[in-house]
């Protein structure tokens, strides 16, 4: 039996990329060099914006499928073909997501991140396989064919700590520190960020050779 989860009456901006987006691990600075193809299928046209606009949150979007997702941020959207553009200008690895810059291949699937046209996924369904339905207007339930998904609350987990700096003393002890992130959508240029969340606790791999 299904149940009615949500509603939704505004339409995402879904598409597929038909070439790949490069990896980029330079860091928190704007991608100029990659691009990326994408074709659109709903949602209307693509639009450019200012870096400064980008900076503030503009053209904000998901690139991937489900278990490499990356989220980005593009100034440029050309437009190249019928529904088709070329993104360019990009933030990358948004939201502790730049482990995922690598990932990507042709036929990633490209979503717009909109405010009005996402819906969580019940915190409590975490770990839990679920099917799910998707029914377009005038289309019956039963005419729709499922989707297995299952939870893993990937916005709730904390982002991995950054610029680890390790030092050793006369006596050849090493310390190591590194700097939290925060999900919280406040921080500083130079002091800590707020913790963010219920307890600070790490875990530490120390590798030798391979």
Same mark, same amino acid.
């Given at each position: 039996?299904?149940e009615p989860f949500f509603s939704m009456a505004n339409e995402a901006g879904i598409g597929r990329a038909t070439t790949a987006l490069p990896d980029f691990t $330079?860091?928190?600075? /704007?991608?100029? =060099?990659?691009?990326?193809?994408?074709?659109?299928?709903?949602? %209307?046209?693509?639009?450019?914006?200012?870096?400064?606009?980008? +900076?503030? =949150?503009?053209?904000?979007?998901?690139? %991937?499928?489900?278990?490499?997702?990356?989220?980005?941020?593009?100034?440029?959207?050309?437009?190249?073909?019928?529904?088709?553009?070329?993104?360019?200008? /990009?933030?990358?690895?948004?939201? =502790?997501?730049?482990?995922?810059? @690598?990932?990507?291949?042709?036929?990633?699937? /490209?979503?717009?991140? #909109?405010?009005?046209?996402?819906?969580?996924?019940? @915190?409590?369904?975490? =770990? +839990?396989?679920?099917?799910?339905?998707?029914?377009?207007? !005038?289309? !019956? +339930?039963?005419?729709?064919?499922?989707?297995?998904?299952?939870?893993?609350?990937?916005? &709730?987990k904390p982002f991995s700590p950054v610029d680890a700096v390790g030092a050793r003393d006369g006596s050849n002890n090493l310390t190591i520190t590194w700097a939290? !992130?925060? !999900? &919280?959508?406040?921080?500083? +240029?130079?002091?800590?960020?707020?913790? %963010?969340?219920?307890?600070? #606790?790490?875990? $530490?791999?120390?590798?030798?050779?391979?």
């Open positions: 039996n299904y $330079v860091g928190n600075i /704007f991608d100029e =060099g990659s691009t990326v193809d994408v074709l659109m299928y709903t949602g %209307g046209e693509l639009i450019s914006v200012t870096e400064d606009q980008t +900076l503030n =949150g503009y053209n904000k979007a998901v690139i %991937g499928a489900h278990g490499r997702w990356e989220v980005i941020h593009f100034k440029n959207a050309d437009l190249i073909g019928t529904d088709t553009y070329r993104l360019s200008g /990009f933030l990358r690895g948004c939201r =502790g997501t730049e482990w995922a810059t @690598g990932t990507h291949l042709i036929g990633d699937s /490209f979503v717009l991140a #909109s405010t009005t046209a996402w819906n969580r996924v019940n @915190g409590s369904d975490t =770990g +839990l396989e679920r099917l799910y339905k998707a029914p377009p207007v !005038r289309i !019956r +339930l039963d005419a729709v064919e499922s989707v297995a998904f299952t939870n893993s609350s990937v916005a &709730l939290r !992130r925060t !999900r &919280l959508a406040a921080g500083t +240029l130079h002091l800590p960020v707020l913790l %963010g969340e219920a307890a600070e #606790s790490y875990t $530490v791999e120390f590798m030798d050779g391979d």
